[in-house]
């Protein structure tokens, strides 16, 4: 079955610092989608990055990279010289492509709250 | 302007009183959900639907029903609201008839059911 562990629930760091966000999923498909989604103390959520089972390069837009690794079934999210603004809860999302089971879930992690302290 | 529209924001009601949330989407976006988010809990998918006429259950479907009798329109409704059901409430859309597509969301309607 899907699953998707993200096991920080909170972390706290100063700003300018480098924090990682860690996600382990679980799927029995070989073909599947990752997701990151940010939400800010606003509440809206936020699309940030999404990464097929096939794609195993690392992506880095700005501060923000995500690394990808089968081996360890982990989808890690890394923000670079954290910025106060970076305070959100974070979450992983897992979508399995082939639908063996029949049905099409998208399961998301609990989330990961992140506060930067300036 | 793309977006995803829920209605209510915020409800206030009692045990038992039927209720529906309305979200509506005007990207021509397929594929449609229904989230509700509690703290320690994350988000849990309730029903979504892949096309007109399509739903599906999710993870935490019990209490809840769908319709998807329009692409742009899936009403989340509560027949019969519990306290259990109190929780902030997302409703998405993406691309495609397939999950696999970036969520769109909706701003949230906070249900509290006294």
């Known amino acids: 079955a899907q699953k998707v562990t993200q096991a920080q629930t909170e972390i706290s760091v100063v700003e300018k610092e480098d924090v990682t966000l860690d996600c382990v999923y679980e799927t029995r498909d070989t073909t599947y989608y990752l997701f990151w989604y940010k939400q800010p103390p606003s509440g809206e959520l936020v699309f940030l990055i999404r990464?097929?089972?096939?794609?195993?390069q690392n992506e880095i837009s700005g501060r923000y990279s995500w690394n990808f690794q089968k081996s360890t079934s982990s989808f890690n999210f890394t923000i670079t010289a954290s910025q106060v603004v970076d305070s959100a809860v974070y979450f992983c999302a897992l979508s399995e492509a082939i639908k063996a089971s029949g049905d099409d879930k998208i399961i998301f992690g609990k989330g990961t709250r992140l506060h930067i302290l300036p | 302007e793309a977006q995803v529209t829920q209605n209510p924001r915020y409800l206030i009601t009692v045990t038992g009183k039927k209720l529906t949330v309305t979200c509506s989407q005007n990207?021509?976006?397929?594929?449609m959900s229904w989230y509700r988010q509690d703290p320690g809990l994350g988000l849990r998918q309730i029903y979504y639907?892949?096309?007109?006429?399509?739903?599906d259950k999710g993870d935490v479907p019990e209490g809840y029903k769908v319709s998807r009798k329009e692409k742009r329109n899936f009403p989340l409704i509560l027949e019969s609201p519990s306290p259990n059901q109190t929780s902030l409430y997302f409703c998405?859309?993406?691309?495609?008839?397939?999950?696999?597509?970036?969520?769109?969301f909706g701003d949230g309607t906070r249900l509290s059911i006294l």
């Open positions: 990464r097929n089972s096939f794609d195993e």
């Open positions: 998405a859309s993406s691309l495609g008839p397939y999950s696999n597509q970036p969520q769109h």
């Open positions: 639907s892949m096309n007109v006429e399509v739903t």
């Open positions: 990207m021509n976006h397929e594929y």
